[in-house]
């Protein structure tokens, strides 16, 4: 059974940094892409960044390249998402979740990630 759980999330200044991570159990990351979402109260789940299974290739919303990066540590079965510079339009609620398609992970098609986290809280104010 997939399973995901995110972690990290909090309250923080504008301009500040947090880590987020996603540790999974049940599949390898060869096998699985994983992604990051964000949902902002009264907005739709957007896509965050994802990493690929097969080359480790990563892809970024336009919002956040350059502030935020996504690395995997295959020994920890986690996914680390390291958000820098950050805004308050940042805040809202982060999940990771799966897809087999590089296709999906790469253009963040939403409906074809699944076994979804229960989140994790962003608050970027000041």
């Known amino acids: 059974q997939l399973q995901l759980v995110e972690s990290g999330g909090g309250l923080v200044q504008p301009g500040g940094s947090l880590r987020l991570s996603c540790a999974f159990s049940g599949f390898t990351l060869d096998s699985y892409s994983i992604g990051w979402f964000r949902q902002a109260p009264g907005k739709e789940r957007e896509g965050v960044s994802c990493i690929n299974s097969i080359d480790g290739s990563t892809e970024y919303v336009d919002s956040v390249k350059g502030r935020f990066t996504i690395s995997r540590d295959n020994a920890r079965n986690t996914v680390y998402l390291q958000m820098n510079s950050l805004k308050p339009e940042d805040t809202g609620v982060y999940y990771c979740?799966?897809?087999?398609?590089?296709?999906?992970?790469?253009?963040?098609?939403?409906?074809?990630?699944?076994?979804w986290g229960q989140g994790t809280q962003v608050t970027v104010s000041s």
């Open positions: 979740a799966v897809t087999r398609g590089s296709y999906y992970c790469s253009n963040f098609v939403i409906w074809e990630f699944d076994s």
